[in-house]
């Protein structure tokens, strides 16, 4: 981490029968509180140095969590907790820290879980301001084969904790200029998905639209779409923005990007929009 992002502290929570690793970034002068980062699937919050970057700019402490099976957290790669762990997991984690957040972004899958944590009204995000949807993972079962859920639905009873390609690349989730290391991971990063996780992300009641609506009126709230994004279905996002009753809402669609617009050669232009709806928050 640069100087500028103060001093890194770790922290291990004994999670069920796992260790998630959680990082805290605090600001060097100044702070308007703590962001809570919340990754993708076969992502890990090492990766997100840009958006500590970016919080520390505008003030923010920053805390990061490895999702189980994810980053440096135990547990088996893509055997993600399924909501209703999920939900405790961040509540524990919270609590133990003495963490109160008052913006959050989440990606991707983070996206997910956050449509929801945010929709239960869970008391650890009691002060959070701004809420930062990053690529979410709006309606899971968009797209996919009725094969490939049917086969799912059946395969999860005798192996729950087996795990599949979810077919995502590098390539994907930003213009990576081809080549054989289109399909090179990153150190930490993969593309598994277990059945326990996926039966779960492929409930009918868990789809994004049916909760946006229970969201906080009074939270500030950015989706960030990229327009060629074929990971998270972009014609979910304009109506998931529709759906919430929030007055302070905004959607950016960015034209040309993949799943992780803020990756892309020309991303600066993207962060200054996301910069300045920071510094208005």
């Known amino acids: 981490m640069s100087e500028s992002q103060g001093i890194e502290r770790r922290f291990e929570l004994e999670w069920m029968d796992r260790t998630v690793h959680t990082v805290q970034y605090p600001a060097v002068s100044s702070t308007r509180g703590t962001v809570l980062i919340l990754h993708g699937l076969g992502d890990h919050v090492g990766r997100y140095v ?8 505008q003030g923010f402490d920053v805390l990061g969590i490895d999702w189980p099976g994810c980053g440096q957290s135990s547990g088996i790669r893509g055997d993600l907790p399924v909501l209703d762990e999920a939900c405790r997991m961040v509540e524990e984690v919270l609590e133990a820290l003495e963490v109160v957040p ?11 879980f956050l449509t929801h944590f945010l929709a239960r009204s869970l008391p650890v995000f009691s002060s959070v301001k701004w809420a930062w949807f990053s690529s979410p993972l709006l309606d899971p079962s968009h ?3 009725v094969l490939k859920i049917a086969a799912a639905k059946l395969l999860v009873k005798v ?11 590098p390539r994907d ?7 054989p290391r289109s399909r090179d991971f990153a150190e930490g990063v993969h593309n598994r998905i277990s059945l326990r996780f996926g039966e779960d992300l492929l409930d009918p009641e868990k789809v994004a639209v049916k909760v946006a609506g229970r969201i906080d009126e009074n939270i500030s709230i950015l989706v960030t779409q990229g327009a060629a994004d074929h990971v998270c279905a972009p014609e979910v996002a304009e109506p998931f923005v529709q759906e919430l ?3 302070d809402k905004a959607f950016l669609f960015v034209r040309g990007a993949r799943h992780e617009p803020f990756r892309e050669p020309d991303s600066f232009a993207f962060l200054n ?4 709806w920071l510094a208005r928050r």
């Open 50 to 57: 840009w958006a500590i970057e970016l919080f520390h700019n």
């Open 102 to 112: 008052v913006g959050v972004l989440g990606h991707s899958t983070g996206g997910f």
């Open 143 to 145: 797209g996919q084969s």
């Open 159 to 169: 192996l729950p904790k087996f795990t599949l390609s979810t077919g995502v690349y």
């Open 173 to 179: 989730c930003f213009h990576t200029g081809g080549g």
């Open 245 to 247: 009753k929030i007055q």
């Open 273 to 276: 929009q996301v910069r300045a």
